[in-house]
């Protein structure tokens, strides 16, 4: 048994998923497949932003995918970061923000 | 980082400088303990082993090792201590076969092959056996090299010379990473001479391509997609046109193999390879419509099998014995380096395939 929660191998038996439900695993994968077309925005737009969500969402396999993801579509390394800082001031915006909740709490209570 | 290597694994005396090392590496491990399949098995899968030779259409002639770059991903492990240069006698046997081919398209490559002292007198001689598309493969940078380059784009197109020249990236940092220091600056300027004197131009027929290679561990993406990013940012950074881009897979040979084993991505890129295999592209390989002749006139199924030492199987070895009919419907001689031309879209030295 593996001694850690996350093995890198593992990302290659992401398609496995199917074995156990193969309906349900093969609609996840094609709309998934659907999802990162060439649509309304590019493919290394998409890439770009499933790279900043995989942060967000801290998922090290995604992390994995999207940087070689966007290192194949020709992305920089600057504009990776950007789009990271664009995930983090969210996520940190998102925590900040209930910041307000707090100060309407504490005005209702011992304003 | 790691800094670029200012020599050949050859003057190095690495170990992959011996080929049999490189199709050890690639034959055991992962593919021997069953992990991955070997491209024999793979393409047995689908009836398509043996990959016989079809109807020649290109043939590429290497002019010479020798280079003024030294690329961190060169298959021919090319560089400024390489001596292996084609003789004037070996390209006359050269000649002999081009006027009589039946080939469709010459593509002479290197090394950068217009260091070879015969260069000029090869290529006019060659442009009068009016072969339909004649290719050079200039790194652009020899262009800039020395005062004595200064009028290749004049001397490419008084002979009608489509120009093909590698580019990794429309940054500098990336393209200077793989390709040392100042290339990026030097690709920049040998390209707007080329527009100038009518390369790349939108209606022009002076044909100017750019092959890009990815720069690290990992494949290259749609090609159709890349080459409008690279058509933007040259345009808009430099005022650069050019005709087509090619994307081309790094295959696991030569310099690329050893910093994939010195980078630990060797098992993951080989997986890579494996899980991208799409057998529509098996069907095109360069390989079965090629001819690859080395520095000494010797015969080869494409570049890379050139680079590994892996000489065609036929009767015919030589430039000098040359027979088409004779080389055709030869097998193909193939490892698990193959894998690079069979993933996704596939790879050859035209671009995509599949």
Known sequence: ?111 | MTKLKTQSLKKRASELANTNRQLEILSNGIFKNGELPTFKDKIAETNQFPLRAKKLEILQINVGYMCNQVCEHCHVDAGPDRQEIMTKETMQQCLDVIKKTGAHTLDLTGGAPEMNPNFRWFVEEASKAGIKDFIVRSNLTIIRANRKYYDLPEFFKKHNVHVVSSMPHWTRGKTDKQRGDSVFDKSIKALQELNVVGYGMPDSSLRLDLVYNPSGAFLPSDQSSMEKDFKKALMEDFGIQFHNLFAITNLPISRFLDYLIASENYEDYMYQLVEAYNPTAVANVMCTNTLSVSWDGYLYDCDFNQMLALPVNSKVKHISEYNEELLEGRNIVISQHCYGCTAGAGSSCQGTVA
């Not at chain 1, 593996?2 to 695993?25: M, Q, V």
């Not at chain 1, 209930?98 to 209702?108: A, D, F, T």
């Open chain 1, 1 to 111: 048994m593996s001694k850690t929660y996350y093995d890198p191998a593992d990302l290659r038996k992401f398609g496995k998923i199917t074995e156990w439900d193969e309906e349900l695993g093969n609609k996840f994968f094609d709309y998934y497949g659907k999802v990162f077309e060439e649509g309304a925005l590019t493919a290394r737009e998409k890439s770009l932003i499933a790279l900043a969500v995989a942060h967000t969402e801290q998922c090290p396999y995604c992390i994995d995918a999207y940087t070689k993801d966007s290192l194949q579509r020709g992305v920089t390394k600057e504009e990776m970061m950007e789009a990271i800082h664009v995930g983090a001031a969210i996520k940190g915006g998102a925590t900040l923000v209930h910041g307000v909740q707090m100060m309407n709490k504490v005005n209702k209570l011992d304003g």
